[in-house]
C-alpha cells in the first residue's frame, strides 16, 4: 500500500512517513530520511479518499465500528465516508515500522 505521509519533519525537513511504531500498539511519524520518530498528532493525520465513491472522507476517531467526528478518549484516529459510511481506522493503512525502515 502507498505511504501516508503526516508533517515535515524537524530533523531533515523530510516527509514523515506514518507507521504502527517501533513498540507496537500505536502510530507515529517517522522522518522518510533518518527515520527518526514524532508523535503523531491529529492534525497531522492526512486527508483520504473514499476508494468507492472518490470523495474526501473526513477523519476522527474510531473504535469497534464505531465513528466520531469528535476526540473520544482512547480511540484511534480513524475516517468515514459520509456518503457511504465505509470507516476505516488509520492503523489498518500503514505498514509496521520494523517493515518500513528494515534497515533502521
Ligand atoms: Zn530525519
Ligand atoms: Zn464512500
Known amino acids: 500500500m502507498p505511504d501516508l505521509y503526516g ?9 514523515n512517513v ?29 486527508n483520504l479518499t473514499c476508494p468507492t465513491c472518490v470523495v474526501p472522507i473526513r477523519p476522527g ?8 467526528a469528535t476526540y473520544v478518549r482512547a480511540w484511534n484516529y ?3 465516508c459520509s456518503v457511504c459510511g465505509y470507516l ?10 520494523a517493515e518500513r525502515f528494515p534497515d533502521k
Not at 7 to 15: G, I, L, Q, W
Not at 88 to 97: G, N, T
Request: net charge positive.
Open 18 to 46: 506514518i507507521v504502527l511504531s517501533k513498540s507496537g500498539g500505536y502510530l507515529s511519524q517517522n522522518c522518510e530520511a533518518c527515520g527518526r520518530k514524532c508523535d503523531l498528532s491529529f492534525e497531522d493525520i492526512p
Open 61 to 68: 476517531y474510531s473504535k469497534n465500528g464505531v465513528f466520531s
Open 88 to 97: 476505516v481506522e488509520l492503523a489498518a493503512l500503514v505498514p509496521p515500522y
Open 7 to 15: 508533517s515535515t519533519s524537524t530533523c531533515c525537513k523530510a516527509r
Open 78 to 80: 480513524g475516517y468515514c
